[in-house]
């Protein structure tokens, strides 16, 4: 059974920064790709950024690009999300995820396992 476990949230100040972790487990199969999505209330779940476990692709959101950086740690199983200059609209439970083959899916639908998520405040 995969679990993803992730970490890292908290309240920080509009231009700061945090980096969220996930960590994977039971992994079997060695061409995943893990994404990272946020959900506000009363919003769609919002798509952030993917990696692609083989060869280190990326693909991020376009509120997110030049602000946010997905990078891994193979021996570890764990992937994570820099935020930096956050904003007051990046406030949201934070997702991330994982789906089976290589392509770098914007769809969270097409994810088959999930962490339990992990809250980030932004203060004005």
């Known amino acids: 059974q995969v679990q993803l476990a992730e970490s890292g949230g908290g309240l920080v100040q509009a231009g700061g920064s945090l980096r969220l972790s996930c960590t994977v487990s039971a992994v079997t199969v060695s061409t995943y790709t893990m994404g990272w999505f946020r959900q506000a209330p009363g919003k769609e779940r919002e798509f952030v950024g993917a990696?692609?476990?083989?060869?280190?692709?990326?693909s991020y959101g376009d509120s997110v690009k030049g602000r946010f950086t997905i990078s891994k740690d193979n021996v570890k199983n764990t992937v994570y999300l820099q935020m930096n200059n956050l904003k007051p609209d990046d406030t949201a439970v934070y997702l991330c995820?994982?789906?089976?083959?290589?392509?770098?899916?914007?769809?969270?639908?097409?994810?088959?396992?999930w962490g339990q998520g992990t809250q980030v405040t932004v203060s004005a």
């Open positions: 995820a994982r789906r089976q083959g290589a392509a770098l899916s914007t769809l969270w639908v097409l994810y088959n396992y």
């Open positions: 990696i692609s476990w083989n060869d280190g692709r990326t």
